[in-house]
Antibody, heavy 119, light 107 residues
Framework: QVQLVQSGAEVKKPGASVKVSCRAS????????INWVRQAPGQGLEWMGW????????NYAQKLQGRVTMTTDTSTSTAYMDLRSLRSDDTAIYYC????????????WGQGTMVTVSS | DTQMTQSPSSLSASVGDRVTITCRAS??????LNWYQQKPGKAPKLLIY???NLQSGVPSRFSGSGSGTDFTLTISSLRPEDFATYYC?????????FGQGTKLEIK
């Protein structure tokens, strides 16, 4: 079946980096965009950015520019989100989510990866 | 950034009730509005896209309407599995932004 499977929970110190993976299966990876969305504990949803696995085009939320990098590996159908210079307010569940074909809505989500930033 | 404001922030209702949740955008977003349902400990689930299009597999008791700045999500007859938090999302302009959520609780 169509699914996105993310890497496991991470605990990082302030100033460190984290790289979360999102492996796709059950569909043609290069045919759909991948978005990253995060959710701080008890809070709402925040869109972080998008990448097109077909051509590598990407678009990041302005507030994360310079700290976030999204990449894909088409040989393994895996998307990655790298966040640098971590702060305590980056503590959140990070989700990858697939674009609905031809529209900017997210129809398939990963299970989420908890990233905790703490000294 | 386009701000999305949902009302109410929380809502108590009973099984069988008709419920409406409102989402207002700080500027016109045409029909670039999606609705998601999220249950505790789970990823969000897409219900409605492009303001009024029911996502495949979503029960027909869910419906969406609106355009421009004002949108609604309606659940025609609540079922026990509908008690969750609902979010609207605009994708008319970058960054995409979500509403703060509406928590639907059992009365």
């Amino acid at each position: 079946q169509v699914q996105l499977v993310q890497s496991g929970a991470e605990v990082k110190k302030p100033g460190a980096s984290v790289k979360v993976s999102c492996r796709a299966s059950g569909y043609t990876f290069t045919s759909y965009g991948i978005n990253w969305v995060r959710q701080a504990p008890g809070q709402g949803l925040e869109w972080m950015g998008w990448i097109n696995p077909y051509n590598g085009n990407r678009n990041y939320a302005q507030k994360l520019q310079g700290r976030v990098t999204m990449t894909t590996d088409t040989s393994t159908s895996t998307a990655y989100m790298d966040l640098r210079s971590l702060r305590s307010d980056d503590t959140a569940i990070y989700y990858c989510a697939r674009n609905v074909a031809g529209y900017d809505a997210f129809d398939i989500w990963g299970q989420g990866t908890m990233v905790t930033v703490s000294s | 950034d386009t701000q999305m404001t949902q009302s109410p922030s929380s809502l108590s209702a009973s099984v069988g009730d008709r419920v409406t949740i409102t989402c207002r955008a700080s500027q016109s977003i045409s029909s670039y509005l999606n609705w998601y349902q999220q249950k505790p400990g789970k990823a969000p689930k897409l219900l409605i896209y492009a303001a009024s299009n029911l996502q495949s597999g979503v029960p027909s008791r869910f419906s969406g309407s609106g355009s421009g700045t004002d949108f609604t999500l309606t659940i025609s007859s609540l079922r026990p599995e509908d008690f969750a938090t609902y979010y609207c999302q605009q994708f008319y302009s970058t960054p995409s932004t979500f509403g703060q959520g509406t928590k639907l609780e059992i009365k």
